[in-house]
T-cell receptor, first 112, second 106 residues
């Protein structure tokens, strides 16, 4: 198994641009999570899906952030418009609910 | 969000010693607890899970859970320089502490 696959690994964009982060979970895992990690705030849960359905998006900072999971093997996190304070590492993780996560390698986002 | 507290460290121990990492949590209803290791620039990696009061051992790692006191700890025996990393405590899968940085000195 290739694990959780995220793309891109690094993204540098200008303020105001749209950013799309992608994630392919492990086959057979029914839950997918998006996290943001910064030095100041640690790992913050943004949103999670169970069986492709968004269950809790209370961690999404504001309307600029949106996430979709159109099928069991793909999810996106979109930021539009991006701002410098969105700079962070964004992790996708998958699991079967109740068990620990497998994290992807992350996307390091820099908004200038 | 649920509160999960960890000492940020840094915690330094000599090679071969026992490293003790602690975590407290606020939600008494929490049922599942996890420890992750994160090397600098890498993603977190699950190393232990514990669901019942008491100790759970896996090689050099022992997780300890006390639900009455709302704490969970991780002991690393015979610490190695390769154990130097940040250790993250997670409660009910979702909620992470900010991590404790561990350095094992050769």
């Amino acid at each position: 198994d290739a694990g959780v696959i995220q793309s891109p690994r690094h993204e540098v964009t200008e303020m105001g641009q749209e950013v799309t982060l992608r994630c392919k979970p492990i086959s057979g895992h029914n839950s997918l999570f998006w996290y943001r990690q910064t030095m100041m705030r640690g790992l913050e849960l943004l949103i999670y899906f169970n069986n492709n359905v968004p269950i809790d998006d209370s961690g999404m900072p504001e309307d600029r952030f949106s996430a979709k999971m159109p099928n069991a093997s793909f999810s996106t996190l979109k930021i539009q418009p991006s701002e410098p304070r969105d700079s962070a590492v964004y992790f996708c993780a998958s699991t079967s609910l109740g068990y620990g996560y497998t994290f992807g390698s992350g996307t390091r986002l820099t908004v200038v | 969000q649920k509160e999960v507290e960890q000492n940020s460290g840094p915690l330094s121990v000599p090679e071969g010693a026992i490293a003790s990492l602690n975590c407290t949590y606020s939600d008494r209803g929490s049922q599942s607890f996890f420890w992750y290791r994160q090397y600098s620039g890498k993603s977190p990696e699950l190393i232990m899970s514990i669901y019942s009061n008491g100790d759970k051992e896996d090689g050099r790692f022992t997780a300890q859970l006390n639900k009455a006191s709302q704490y969970v700890s991780l002991l690393i025996r015979d610490s190695q320089p390769s154990d130097s990393a940040t250790y993250l405590c997670a409660v009910f899968q979702f909620y992470f502490g900010t991590g404790t940085s561990l350095t094992v000195i050769p």
